[in-house]
């Protein structure tokens, strides 16, 4: 397994700003995920952010509103742009190791007023 | 349409007694399966998988059955105890063209009542 860690824990932001969330992983991981759990909703894949590439957006999300760095293999960052309400949520970023089981940061809980 | 349901939003049970969550998929195309457990202010946390290969995988207190025909699957935890009280959420895994896509339920609350 692995130590996942994410900062902040939590914010409450003001519309229309911008908020970058860190994962970092105490061992080198290929793959790393960000998930999205908003309220009363199960958690939804926003992107894989892979080392030296650009990240894969799934569909209903795109790089301008969620842009993500990977600048190696241990860490990586979500932005959540330009904000409004609806983008209050739990975001987790997440490795996957070997099975297919994903092991999860403790997530980042952000309001936006 | 790939879908994983759990249609029961909470559950509670008494400790020592059986805890069985529930978990509903939508397509044969799902071929592996796993279970989550959940703290509040915690990422989920990995409990127990089952390939679409099998029908039963044991760990320890926590036993998942898999039944492809009804496309259902269930988590035991015999004998339940207070610490069990966490949101469960069933996943699955299906082959989309050259990906692997991993599909969330909703979550169950379990609280067990010491």
């Known amino acids: 397994s692995a130590v996942i860690s994410q900062k902040p824990s939590r914010d409450i932001c003001q519309r229309g700003t911008s908020l970058t969330i860190q994962c970092q992983v105490d061992?080198?991981?290929?793959?790393m995920f960000w998930y999205r759990q908003q309220p009363g909703q199960s958690l939804t894949l926003i992107a894989t952010?892979?080392?030296?590439?650009?990240?894969?957006?799934e569909s209903g999300f795109v790089i301008d509103k969620f842009p993500i760095s990977r600048p190696n293999l241990t860490f990586s960052t979500l932005t959540v742009s330009n904000m409004s309400p609806e983008d209050s949520s739990i975001y987790l970023c997440?490795?996957?190791f070997g099975g297919g089981q994903h092991h999860f940061g403790p997530g980042t809980r952000l309001l936006v007023l | 349409d790939q879908q994983v349901k759990q249609n029961s939003p909470s559950l509670s049970v008494q400790e020592g007694r059986i805890s069985i969550l529930n978990c509903d998929y939508t397509?044969?195309?799902?071929?592996?399966f796993l279970w989550y457990k959940k703290y509040p202010a915690e990422g989920p946390t990995f409990l127990i998988s089952?390939?679409?290969i099998k029908d039963k995988n044991e760990d320890g207190r926590f036993t998942v059955f898999l039944n492809k025909s009804a496309k259902h699957l269930s988590l035991h935890i015999v004998p339940s105890q207070p610490g069990d009280s966490a949101v469960y959420f069933c996943?699955?895994?299906?082959?989309?063209?050259?990906?692997?896509?991993?599909?969330w339920g909703l979550g169950t609350s379990l609280a067990v009542n010491p």
């Open positions: 996943a699955a895994y299906y082959n989309a063209g050259n990906n692997r896509k991993l599909i």
């Open positions: 397509n044969s195309m799902f071929d592996y």
């Open positions: 089952i390939s679409s």
């Open positions: 061992s080198q991981v290929t793959m």
């Open positions: 952010a892979n080392q030296g590439s650009e990240a894969t957006y």
């Open positions: 997440s490795v996957l």
